[in-house]
């Protein structure tokens, strides 16, 4: 089951359940002794912490039947979750590098007539593929760089992993490179 989500809920420091309502507070406790025995409506520092406000648990309408099992699930290959802005690995048969990263300027289409990117590559009508700009590997392996000024075209299929602990700073990626490398290895 789904549920509403709290206003303001990044600035919440305790959440507690009780029964139908979350008790919240902006300020958590662990210095008192009632609070590290578990004893929390019975905080000594409510005087600079603040008291728990009630917030009560709301369900989302339409949300799904607990008795619905995940056969019913669609699998949906990893290509059609890339969105643009979407960083994700693609393999390549580099010979040095088992995968490349990409930053998606559109989602997967299908060409309608035969297509070469900046990078001299050519596909032809009918290839699912998705457009992008390639990132290079500085001096430090978990630093990338984008290549902004060519575009590319790689197959959707090639698409390994979407990297979503990714930080941009000014073209540069920094990038725990572990999990694209453990995905190439499953393909």
Sequence with gaps: MF???I????????VVVDNDHLLIRSLSCYTCNNCL???????????????????P????????????????????????????????AVLCDDDEFDYYLLKAQ??????????TDSWGVSYQPGTNVIKGNYFMQGE???HFKMI??????VPSNSCLYICTDV???????IYLILKCVEMSTYV
Excluded at 71 to 81: C, G, K, N, R, S
């Design 37 to 55: 025995e578990g004893n929390i409506n019975e905080c000594e520092n409510t005087n600079i912490i603040g008291t728990f406000s009630p917030i």
């Design 167 to 173: 930080c941009v700073r000014s073209g540069e990626v």
């Design 3 to 5: 549920y509403k989500p």
């Design 148 to 153: 902004k000024r060519k575009c590319g075209l």
């Design 106 to 115: 559109t989602e997967s289409y299908k060409l309608q007539s035969r297509e």
């Design 140 to 142: 430090n392996p978990l």
């Design 7 to 14: 206003p303001g809920i990044r600035s919440v420091h305790q």
């Design 57 to 88: 648990i709301v369900p989302e309408i339409g949300t799904v039947d607990e008795d619905q099992t995940d056969e019913t699930d669609i699998e949906v290959p990893i290509y059609e979750l890339v969105s643009k802005s979407t960083i994700f």
